[in-house]
Structure formats: C-alpha cells, structure tokens
C-alpha cells in the first residue's frame, strides 16, 4: 500500500523552522508534498489572489521531498497543489504551519495558516492547522512535534467523521511540563487595536497596526482556557458561518414588503 | 437625538457604484461616514495589514458626507475608523458594499465586503454586507436599494439581538421581479478551479486563477436557493467557527498521552 499523500504549507514562508518541522511529522506516517508561500504571509485571512498572475518555483530544500515556493497566499498555495500539481493524485491530508503565533480564539479569521487549512477542507480534504504561542523563530518545537505526529496518526487512522478541519495550538510553555490535549470550542477574545501613529520622511501620516490580545470570557471549554492552562488545544472547526440560533428573529423581514 | 452613525466601506473601492448607492441608503436613516479602499480589494477575505504602514487621506467626493480612502483591507478600514477616526464616538452600524458579485454561500469566506462587515461585527457593532449577483458595474442597483433601505431600517430598530452580522445578497434580475427576503442559511457551493497556465514575456511559466461556482446541494433554506428563486436572501452570521457537532468524536484524542 502507498503511504498517504500529505499536502504541506504554511502562512510564515517556506523557510520558516516550523514547516520544517511539520514535513518532519508529516514524513513519519506518509509522503510529505510541500507548496508554500515564497515570503511571509501572516494575517492574510482567506485571501486569494485574483488579479495577477501567481508563480510557482520547485525548491531543493527539504532533503527527498518535493517542495514548492508560490508567489500566492496560503490559500493559493492549497489551491494550485490541488488544481495544478497534484490535480491527478488524492491529497489524504493537508497540514499547515507549524505557525509561529497562536491562532487560537479569534485569530483562525485573520491566519493564513488556518485559511490554507480552511481551504484544503472546503475541497474535502481532512486538514489541520497547528500554530504555536511563541512567535520566535528559535523556539523550542520538540514538544509541538510530538503531539503533532500523533494528532497526524489519529486522523489518517480516520478519527475524524463529522470534521474536515482541526484548529490546534500549543502552549509556549517548555515541552515537558505540557499537560496534554484539550478538545475545545473556539474561546471568546479579541484584539484591542491601537495604531501606531506617525510621519513619513515626506512629512505625510501613516498608521501602523499594533494592539494586543484580550481573553473576553475565561470559559473552561475554550482554547484559551487550555492554552493557559498548560493543554494543546484542538478546536473541530468549520466554513459555515450561519448563525443558526440568529434566524428566527429575522423572520420578520420576509414580511417586510408585500411582494 | 442625533441621527445614527453609520460607518460605510466596501471591498470594490471608495470610486464604485456600489458604495455611493449604500451611502444613499445610509443617508436616508443617519449619518453616514466613509472609509473606504483606495483600489479594489476583492478576494481580500479576511486580510490585515501588519507589516506595512497603512494610509488614509480624506476625499470630498460624496456631497457633504465624511469620507477617507484607505490603503489596507476592507478590514483595516474597519479597524481604523473604530481606533483611529471614531475613536470617540459610537458607531451605531456598520454597512459594507454593496459588492459587485454574490458573497453568497461559501463566498462569504474570500469575501473582502463580508470581511469588512465582519471585523465590525467582532467589534460588537451590528453589522450588514450587501452583494449583488451582477459583476457589472453598470447594473441596475435600485432594487437593491429600495431592500438595503429596510434592512438598514430594521436593524437601527433593533432587529437584532440574537445577531450581529448579515450576509445580504440581491439576485441578478429586474428590481421589478425581485420577490422579497428570505432568511436563509449558508448554502453549500464552492469553486470549481482552474488555473489558466502560460508564459510571460520572459517564458516564465505563471498560473491566474480562474474557475466557476458550483452549487453543491440545492436546499430550499439556503441562500442560494433565494438567489435563484428570485429572492434577496439574508443569512445571519457569526465568526465562532467552532464545528460543535464534531467535539465529542475527538474527545478520545485527551487520553493519547498519559500526561
């Protein structure tokens, strides 16, 4: 039997440490396949690009393993390996990241590691993001490996039935003290904005994002509730967004006009 | 009492038919007030701007009407206006459109117009996109208009309270035949890709991502079933992602490790 065919891609770049670690999982169980974005893309959400053209390069970076840099987003990336590069071969996995930064809470709408793993899932591929707390480069990802090759393991072993799409994230604690999995929904926080404010060398104003992120709720089901607490957490996730207990009370409007 | 304010954007661009038709609708039921992309952002999903300087610059182009063009994403405009130029005041509703092509059904995931509407909505402001089917900018917007009119009038009055975010989409027919709202669910669709393949001047190999839409399963309560049956549809929506359905299959995966 061939090993299963496991889609790679990530929202840092393809240099980043945490692909690299990532294929390494993905070998363990099947034949990693590498399309990454060429730079960072951090914080482009579900972006695709339309209105130009998108370049794919084949790289010699990861010893043994087909690997592509591609001008696009995260999004593109899964896209063209679906469509373009592997539109003969059925892609049994996608994973995405290891990404230097939670996307736990609120941040799975603005990743382009959850997007890439969003959309390999809208074509009905089993996907998953992981995404790490720390966001520095030399952080420590050995604990991050362990728990990601077996969450890999469960999944091609068919564990997951009524999901398409897992959101994980590890704590930035030193891997031996971390506790274990948590499976979680999505917790209540967000981001609270300031920009920074200031001139350009021509005297014109610009702004520039910055803010931090705040815990809303401290529910002990959440992601946010995990991480904290020294868990990995994974949140089944989803692309339908109706807000099914909101229908109701808009029923009205379908009276508004005598049509 | 002080007319409402209503912050205005879109995905299309500050210059579309679009927006200066929901900046009409705006203006008939409070303030509005404009910050807006300074060139299309369509595809935009739900991108922000962090690692470049963004800009604004004030534009005198809607007769007596505030309003800014902006160099981010739909979702920056949003983030700006709150943070920056709104710092002080509330923002009574957020309307984001009206888009030149559906937000319907998946749509609503690359959509740079629901993203907009989106970012406002995590921000606790009630929120409305509205889309038309037609891409052409030279569509026939008044019926959209005579809709978007009482939909923005039904929220100012407090039909929301289970909601903070609907996904409006206006079929391509006459404003004549249009039959009236439906609240619908996200109808389940998706892109069938393909890329156009060539070489450039240099007879480097590029790749533009094409494709059409493809309804996937034809439900009377979704959204798209309204488009085609000549309905405007309306789907509450949310920005929890959690697949709440899928939690309990995964829970085996707490009891991987022996912590």
Redesign the interface.
């Known amino acids: 039997m061939s090993k299963p065919l496991i889609l790679v891609t990530n929202d840092d770049g393809i240099t980043s440490p945490g692909i690299r670690s990532l294929i390494a999982c993905a070998a363990e169980y099947g034949q990693p396949y590498v399309v990454a974005p060429d730079s960072?893309q951090?914080?482009?959400?579900?972006?695709?690009?339309?209105?130009?053209?998108?370049?794919?390069k084949e790289v010699d970076i990861f010893k043994g393993i087909t690997a592509y840099e591609c001008s696009g987003t995260p999004?593109?990336c899964v896209?063209?390996a679906?469509?373009?590069l592997l539109r003969d071969k059925t892609i049994d996995l996608c994973v995405s990241g290891i990404n230097h930064g939670s996307n736990a809470s609120?941040n799975?709408?603005?990743s382009g590691t959850m997007?890439a793993a969003?959309e390999a899932s809208?074509?009905g591929i089993p996907s998953i993001g992981f995404s790490m707390e720390d966001y520095s480069y030399k952080a420590d990802l050995t604990g991050c490996v362990k728990?990601a090759k077996?969450?890999i393991a469960?999944v091609l072993d068919g564990?997951?039935?009524?999901?398409k799409?897992?959101?994980v994230n590890f704590p930035k604690i030193p891997p031996s003290e971390?506790?274990?999995?948590?499976?979680c929904?999505?917790g209540k926080g967000?981001w609270q904005?300031?920009?920074l404010?200031?001139k350009?060398p021509r005297d014109?104003?610009?702004?520039?994002?910055a803010g931090e992120f705040k815990t809303i709720r401290h529910e002990k089901d959440s992601d946010l509730w995990a991480l904290q607490n020294g868990y990995v957490s994974?949140?089944?996730?989803?692309?339908?967004?109706?807000?099914?207990?909101?229908?109701?009370?808009?029923?009205?409007?379908?009276n508004?006009?005598d049509?």
């Not at 951090?42 to 794919?56: C, M, Y």
């Not at 014109?204 to 994002?209: A, F, I, S, V």
């Open positions: 960072p951090s914080g482009q959400g579900h972006a695709i690009t339309l209105t130009e053209p998108i370049r794919l999004a593109d896209k063209l679906k469509n373009v609120i799975i709408i603005y997007s969003m809208i074509e728990y077996m969450i469960s564990a997951m039935k009524e999901n799409l897992l959101n971390i506790k274990g999995i948590k499976i929904r999505q967000n904005e300031t920009f404010e200031n350009d014109q104003p610009y702004y520039w994002l994974i949140v089944p996730s989803k692309h339908d967004l109706t807000n099914y207990k909101g229908l109701d009370e808009l029923k009205f409007m379908e508004l006009f049509a």
